[in-house]
T-cell receptor
Framework: GAVVSQHPSRVICKSGTSVKIECRSL??????MFWYRQFPKQSLMLMAT?????????EQGVEKDKFLINHASLTLSTLTVTSAHPEDSSFYIC?????????????FGPGTRLTVL | AQSVTQLGSHVSVSEGALVLLRCNYS??????LFWYVQYPNQGLQLLLK??????LVKGINGFEAEFKKSETSFHLTKPSAHMSDAAEYFC????????????FGQGTELSVKP
């Protein structure tokens, strides 16, 4: 089956620093990757859609200068939280569409727990 | 526009009892419907999906869901709950012209009592 990995799984950083999260599709090529944010006991909120070789499309209310997304290859997308603050602490999850499917199935990574002190 | 409503943020059943998790959707295009399960501190795992064809969809771990267009529903069921089914369940909707974007419901936490 399609596997998506994320690295790191957990990160703790000081306020004001930047953090990069990687999302990789391990056994398929993903033209589209998605980044979600999940607060405790809440649903997933789509932050942005990342297409290989083009600029990410951000959802309304998501600061593109704060959450930098790069989709440099068909198997890798990165999310950089710039100048992180405690309110950015959250569970960040990526997902990817497999090119083999035309029915919009997404495969999710295991998530990254970000804690900003 | 699309939206999903999951009735009941928390459902508790006894081991061996029927599991019923409710999901209603709204969509201006023919919907693709999904159920995902999330275990603590993990990503989401696809349980099952409906795109076209047969309206009764069978998924992993004994779960199934039925697409009812007239009721705009896609409820998730399992005849007999196991302790290992305790998790958070999310219903989601997409469509052929949505570029793969998923709109999630609020989630339902399933507890299974011994």
């Amino acid at each position: 089956g399609a596997v998506v990995s994320q690295h790191p799984s957990r990160v703790i950083c000081k306020s004001g620093t930047s953090v990069k999260i990687e999302c990789r599709s391990l056994d398929f090529q993903a033209t589209t990757m998605f980044w979600y944010r999940q607060f405790p006991k809440q649903s997933l909120m789509l932050m942005a859609t990342s297409n290989e070789g083009s600029k990410a499309t951000y959802e309304q209310g998501v600061e593109k200068d704060k959450f930098l997304i790069n989709h440099a290859s068909l198997t890798l997308s990165t999310l950089t939280v710039t100048s992180a603050h405690p309110e950015d602490s959250s569970f960040y999850i990526c997902s990817a569409n497999t090119r083999r499917s035309s029915t919009d199935t997404q495969y999710f990574g295991p998530g990254t727990r970000l804690t900003v002190l | 526009a699309q939206s999903v409503t999951q009735l009941g943020s928390h459902v508790s059943v006894s081991e061996g009892a029927l599991v019923l998790l409710r999901c209603n959707y709204s969509s201006s295009v023919p919907p693709y419907l999904f159920w995902y399960v999330q275990y603590p501190n993990q990503g989401l795992q696809l349980l099952l999906k409906y795109t076209t064809g047969a309206t009764l969809v069978k998924g992993i771990n004994g779960f199934e869901a039925e697409f009812k267009k007239s009721e705009t529903s896609f409820h998730l069921t399992k005849p007999s709950a196991h302790m290992s089914d305790a998790a958070e369940y999310f219903c989601a909707v997409s469509g052929y012209n949505q570029g793969g974007k998923l709109i999630f419901g609020q989630g339902t936490e399933l507890s299974v009592k011994p």
